[in-house]
């Protein structure tokens, strides 16, 4: 069955950098698009990375734009989320998620969630 | 950037009730419209895709409707497993957002 399984998340000081990884399994990875969306503490969801199955392109909302990059390494079965310039307001839970096809822009099987708090 | 705006926020109802949440788009989004349901401490769950299709394994008492900027999720016959935040999403274009969300709780 499909699972994406999440790692790297943590308490980290603001400015610093964290990565977090997702590993896929149960589908053929190189085949789908990826995302990350994130959930602040008591708020709605918030989109903020997606990537094609080849990995050549790349989407982001501004408020993430240029400090985090997203990924994805098709020979692990892995995608990533490069996370710089961490303010306080990126404090959230982070999801990687599957999109449902090649980019469709909606996503049918979701990861755990991570803990990012970004604190000094 | 499209905005999405559901209604209401918070909605209590009873086991068995029908209920119907409205989710509305700044701009059109051609039916591009999904549904998730959000357990607490857990991921979402797609229920809905492209305004009305169903996900495999979701109960048939959850339906969408709707096109242009007005869209509905109705449940018919809440169960106890209903209660939880509902959450519509627009992917008519390569900036996907979500709404603001809806409580459903425990009259």
């Known amino acids: 069955q499909v699972q994406l399984q999440q790692s790297g998340g943590g308490v980290i000081q603001p400015g610093r950098p964290l990565r977090l990884s997702c590993s896929a399994s149960?589908?053929?990875?190189?085949?789908?698009?990826m995302h990350w969306v994130r959930q602040a503490p008591g708020k709605g969801l918030e989109w903020v990375a997606a990537i094609w199955p080849d990995g050549r392109n790349e989407y982001y909302p501004d408020s993430v734009k240029g400090r985090f990059t997203i990924s994805r390494d098709n020979s692990k079965d892995t995608v990533f989320l490069q996370m710089n310039g961490l303010r306080l307001e990126d404090t959230a839970v982070y999801f990687c998620?599957?999109?449902?096809?090649?980019?469709?822009?909606?996503?049918?099987?979701w990861g755990q969630g991570m803990q990012v708090i970004v604190s000094s | 950037d499209i905005q999405m705006t559901q209604s209401p926020s918070t909605l209590s109802a009873s086991v068995g009730d029908r209920v119907t949440i409205t989710c509305r788009a700044s701009h059109s989004i051609s039916g591009r419209l999904a549904w998730y349901q959000q357990r607490p401490g857990k991921a979402p769950k797609l229920l809905i895709f492209k305004a009305s299709n169903l996900e495999s394994g979701v109960p048939s008492r959850f339906s969408g409707s709707g096109s242009g900027t007005e869209f509905t999720l109705t449940i018919s016959g809440l169960q106890p497993d209903d209660f939880a935040t509902y959450y519509c999403?627009?992917?008519?274009?390569?900036?996907?957002?979500f709404g603001q969300g809806t409580k459903l709780d425990i009259k």
């Open positions: 999403q627009q992917y008519n274009t390569f900036l996907w957002t």
């Open positions: 149960g589908f053929t990875f190189s085949n789908y698009g």
């Open positions: 998620a599957r999109d449902s096809n090649v980019m469709t822009g909606y996503c049918d099987f």
